[in-house]
Structure formats: C-alpha cells, structure tokens
C-alpha cells in the first residue's frame, strides 16, 4: 500500500516550542507505512537540525530536508512538495500541532469527497475563533462557506492536483503569497470539502511581522490578478477584492503601528492610495462596514492627518455584553443578554437620526465635512446587525457556536440620536452543543461577538449585578454529568462541565460567598451547586492566616439541600471570632485563605476573609497571598495588640520615617 499522507513541516529555530508540533506528527492514529512526515529545516542553528536527524534514522517514515537560511518558509515547502510521496499532502508549521486521528479522518474525508483540497478544522490556542467551521460541507463554496477566511497553507492538498496545476509558493514569498498558493488552489479545485465535527489542527501563536508596505502590496497585486484570470467581472469578484481592500488595504492604517509610527507612514499612505486608484474603484466601499468606507473616503482625499486621528480614536472601541438572567431549562442552560458596541471614547455608539434613516457619528476629532451622508448611513447595516454568542474551552481552545434568538432596538438618546442595542437569548444545550455530541468535560469560556451599524467587536459575557445562579444540573448524555455555571475572578460567565469532585464544585462558585456576623461567631455561606442523594462527604472550612502559616482554624460545615433543579444548596460554617489576641480556636484580626477540606483531599476556595477593626470582609482570593504582610512587620500578641490601639499604625510609621530621614555618610 502507498504512502496516503505526507505531512510537510516547516522548522527554524524553534527551540523548545516545536516539541508538540513534532509529538503530534509522530503520534498519529495511521500506521507508520501509510504516512511520512518531512521536515524542512531552514537553516537552523539551535540544535533541532540534529534531533531531526536523530528522529529519523529511527523512523523509516520521516524525513528531514536541510536548506540554507532563506528566512521564508516558501522555499522549503516547494521542495518538500517536490520530494513528498503521499497521494495527500498537510502542511503544519513548527508551533501547530496535530490531533492524533487527525490525518486518518481528513484523508477518508477527502477520499469519500473525492476532494481536491480538503480543510479540517483549525482551532486556535488563544484569540478569536477560526471562521468557516459552523458544519462539515462535502463540496464548500468559496465565498458561500467563507473560505476567504481560511488562507493560511493547513490544509490537506492532493498532490497530483498540484503537479497538474503546477501550483506552488512565490519565492521569497510573504504573509500574502502564502494567501496567493490557497486561492489558487481555491480557484483550480474541482471539490474542496469541510471537515468540521472536530478539531484537526491547533494554530500556535505567531508574532506579527514588520512587512515592508511595498512587498505586500506588490504580493496584493499579483493574487488580484490571479482572481481576474479566473473570476469574470461581477459581483463575486467585487465580493473578493472587498475581502483584501478590508484585510490588507485598510485594516493596517487603522492599526497603532501605522499611527504611531511617522518613520515610513507617509509612503505606506501613498502606496496604499495609488494602489486604490488602480485596483479599488469607489464602486467597491459598499461592500465596506461605515468605519472602513469613512477610512477609504479619506485616503482619496488625500488626508493623512485625519487617517491618523481615526485610527488614533478606533484603538478603544470595543463591546459590552451585560447578562440579565442565567436559568436552566432542563439540562438547556439559557443566558438572557443585551449587547452594545462602544465607540473609540469607550461609551456606547451613538447614531444620528433623520426621518426612517441613520447615519453613523465621526469621532468628534474628525473633519465632519469630509464625509457625506452616502457615507454614514448605516440604516441597511443596523437592519442586519446580529450578535453571535460561542463558547471555548479553556484548555483546548475548541470552539462551538449556540443558537440565539436577538431583537434589534433602538434606545433613544436625546431627540436626534439613538442607540443600538441587541437583546437575545442564547442557549446552552450541554448534551448537543459541540456540533450534535456532548459538550466535553473542562472549563468553557462564553463569548459574545456583535455585528452592528459601524463596528464588529467581541467580548467575554459578565456577570451580571446581583446574586448569582450557581445551580448545577446533571446532563443524561452520554452519561449522568454535572454542569455548573461559574465566574472568574474577573466576573466572567463560564461552564464547568463534570467538576472532578464534590469540594470542586463548591470551589467554582465560591465567589457567591456570604457572610453574615451575630455576637461572637461567623457565619460562612457558600453556594453549592448539586447536593447528591447522600448528602455529599463531610466537609470542614479550613482558614489559614497569610501571615503565619503555623495559624490554622478548622470548623466543621453542614451542607443543606436546595430544590433540585430549581435552587442551589447551601454550606454553612459557624466560626468563632475574637476581636483580640485571637487564638488557635477563634479567627482573629489579619487575612486568611480559605478551602476545603474532606477525607481524600483538600481544595483552594476562590476567596479570603479579612478581619479589621473587628469587622471580617470577604476579600478576592489575588488579594490573599502569603507574602502580604502587617506594616508592623512581625506578627506576635504585641504586634496584634498595637494594630488595635488608636494610631499605633500612624506612630510606626512615622517612627520609620524619621529613623531614615537623615543619613549619615
């Protein structure tokens, strides 16, 4: 049997960061006669070119190219094309790694699609998700399924499609001839397929480069041509060129190194509007979001100055996603938000208003002159505005996309302005929520994304004001698990999906603590998110003053059942306090960690406590740390004593000051 696979891996200079790229190429599902990997060195100089050669003089199925230093990926892949014998080829860069099955479920795709060029899914480790991968497509169109937004080389080619095509990368070769290869093989393929149900690929970080304007742009001119030798005049290829006027035309000028910087901006700027003139007729701002089409108009008039202040006012805008209600429906957990985009000053996006139409407002510093009201209207993108609403999980960085139900309305601000708003409900359904399977067990981030009238933005859910909804329910599917809705300590909504033990759970929601202090003892009230049919293990509240670690208080905690399905239970722990010289049994002044503790083990809680001036306070559990200390420095009785008498603090510190107040020599 022929090799099926050949995974091509670009290498330089990784040092420790390619150690998963490589595991995960060598640990694949296929047997080793039915893949090879090849991995193209670019001259490196930190010791991986012979730890390659190493690898493979003990695996008949990897081979390694070495290649003077090029500084560019472009020219190894094309001769590791030259060289691969796979019927498919992958390629994979030195900080990406593979799933274990992943080459045995792309090429059975690809084969069952008979696919020319076959894209698995990419998952990133950090940012945004990657587009494109709502469901699996056996044929996908290009601008239909959104593939212009998966342009980097991680996909699964045929190789005599490319012999036969001749495609290959520009040599040097940028960031845009590397998108030049992918549209080509875009525009020549007969079948590109989608395989979405799960991740094949994750993205590792990548720093950007400082690209010279004039190879990027000269990079840009050569893939247009490309799309106008195969793409006739219309509106596909309007809707093409508006990906890369958006992408690598505008987007920079609005970034802060083009603001910041007044080294190379003026000829970035003249490169960037000759180019328009040439390539982006006026025609084509329709296609653009309002901010983008006011960045265009004034780049044609020739105003650098403006450019400047526009994306000087853009660096903060952003998104605010407030969460009104979190329920459970069954095992549906259902999130009620309003979400608004916020403008570059930081508050809410403000349009102005004439008859049925609305128009979008410039930043004040803005020459409104310059902008027509062709320009600013906004009332057919505010028709379509829509929020998507996801979650990620934490360890993996999978995402999958919920269903959501939104109305778009229009607040009134003053008698001229409105603002938009978007007012939904998404749904959790933690048994069919990763593409019709169970969502896996971790931590799930929950994030929102708006699409309105000037402005796309994203941002985590928040919590929201008020107690919180700490019930957790058990999902049926595929086997009895807890679900527990859960914040950060920054008050971000996330999903715990299967928390590994009974204290676990009570840790997740323990932000939710209460207190409440009735003549000599405390209460401690914490959520707890299911209370099994026995009651749960016993448990004890175990406090730790970060002052001294030899100072512990254990008290037992009585778990109380809520309502199953319908309200959270409840533990409660009674501790003794005393105002002064606090012993062994009773909390006294300073700071405290808390946790739990059971027969097996012992688990950190996300908050401390505080006892100052007799009064305890419930602190964040950042704040608690061993190393913060009293300013009287040691903690006896003495000290203890002192910090309760009326300006003992106020004296010692002057009595430091003093002491170093005249130095001698």
């Known amino acids: 049997m022929g090799v099926k696979v050949s995974v091509i891996v670009s290498v330089h200079n990784p040092g420790d960061t390619a150690d998963a790229c490589i595991r995960s190429v060598l640990e694949q599902t296929l047997r080793a006669e039915e893949y090879e990997v090849v991995f193209v060195d670019d001259g490196s100089t930190d010791g991986i070119a012979e730890r390659l050669d190493t690898v493979a003089a003990v695996r008949r199925n990897v081979r390694v190219l070495h290649l003077p230093h090029s500084g560019s990926p472009m020219p190894g892949r094309n001769v590791a094309l030259a060289a691969a014998r796979g019927e498919y080829v992958y390629l994979i860069d030195q900080r990406d790694r593979l799933e274990r099955d992943a080459l045995h479920r792309m090429y059975e795709r690809a084969v069952e699609a008979d696919a020319d060029v076959l894209i698995g899914r990419l998952v990133r480790d950090s940012g945004p998700p990657v587009p494109g991968f709502e469901r699996s497509k056996a044929r996908a169109d290009i601008l239909g399924d959104r593939l212009l937004t998966l342009l980097t080389p991680h996909k699964l080619y045929r190789r005599a499609f490319l012999e036969e095509h001749e495609l290959g990368f520009a040599v040097p070769g940028g960031r845009i001839a590397e998108q030049a290869f992918v549209v080509r093989t875009y525009l020549h393929a007969k079948v590109i397929a989608v395989l979405a149900e799960q991740p094949c690929c994750h993205l590792g970080e990548r720093a950007e480069p400082e690209e010279d304007p004039q190879i990027v742009l000269a990079e840009l001119r050569a893939l247009l041509s490309q799309i106008d030798a195969h793409v006739g005049e219309g509106r596909p290829r309007e809707r093409m060129y508006g990906y890369w006027y958006r992408s690598t035309v505008l987007r920079p000028l609005l970034s802060q190194r083009f603001a910041t910087s007044s080294v190379d901006r003026g000829l970035h700027f003249r490169l960037v509007r000759e180019l328009m003139e040439e390539r982006f007729p006026e025609r084509l701002d329709r296609h653009l979001p309002v901010h983008y089409r006011a960045l265009a108009t004034l780049v044609r008039a020739g105003r650098l100055d403006q450019v400047v202040v526009l994306a000087n006012s853009s660096k903060r805008a952003g998104l605010r996603a407030d969460l009104s209600e979190v329920r459970w429906d069954a095992h549906v957990l259902v999130l009620a938000l309003t979400v608004e985009v916020l403008a570059g000053d930081g508050e809410p996006t403000r349009f102005r208003t004439d008859g049925d139409r609305l128009y979008w407002t410039p930043p004040r510093s803005i020459d409104d002159a310059l902008l027509s009201d062709s320009v600013k209207d906004v009332t057919a993108a505010v028709e379509r505005a829509r929020i998507e609403v996801y979650v990620r999980h934490a360890e993996t960085g999978v995402v ?108 997740l929601v323990s932000p939710g603590v209460t207190l409440r202090q009735q003549d000599s003892h405390l209460y401690v009230v914490l959520p707890v998110p299911y209370v099994p049919p026995s009651g749960g293990p016993p448990v004890e509240l175990v406090l730790r003053s970060a002052a001294r670690s030899d100072r512990e208080l254990t008290v037992p905690a009585l778990v109380e059942p809520g309502v199953p399905g319908k309200i959270a239970g409840q533990l409660v722990a009674k501790v003794p306090v005393k105002r002064m010289l606090a012993g062994k049994d009773a909390l006294g002044p300073g700071l405290w960690l808390s946790s739990l503790r059971t027969a097996d083990d012992e688990t950190g809680l996300r908050f401390g406590l505080e006892m100052r001036r007799g009064r305890v306070m419930v602190r964040p559990s950042a704040m608690v740390t061993p190393e913060r200390r009293s300013p009287l420095g040691r903690d006896t009785r003495l000290h203890r004593l002192g910090r309760r008498l009326p300006g003992a603090r106020h004296i010692v510190r002057l009595a430091r000051a003093g002491k170093h107040r005249y130095l001698r020599d």
């Open 400 to 507: 999958h996309f919920l269903p959501v139900a939104y109305q778009v309305h229009h607040v009134p601000e003053g008698r001229r302005h409105v603002r938009v708003q978007i007012a939904g409900e998404a749904r959790v359904d933690v048994t069919a929520a990763a593409l019709g399977e169970p969502l896996k067990s971790g931590q799930w981030e929950v994030h929102v994304r708006m699409y309105g009238g000037a402005h796309q933005a994203r941002s985590r859910v928040r919590r929201p004001e008020g107690p919180l909804n700490c019930l957790g329910v058990l999902a049926q599917r595929p086997r009895t698990r807890l679900v527990v809705p859960c914040w950060t300590d920054a008050g971000e909504l996330g999903l715990a999906v299967e928390p590994r033990s009974f204290s676990e759970s009570i840790a």
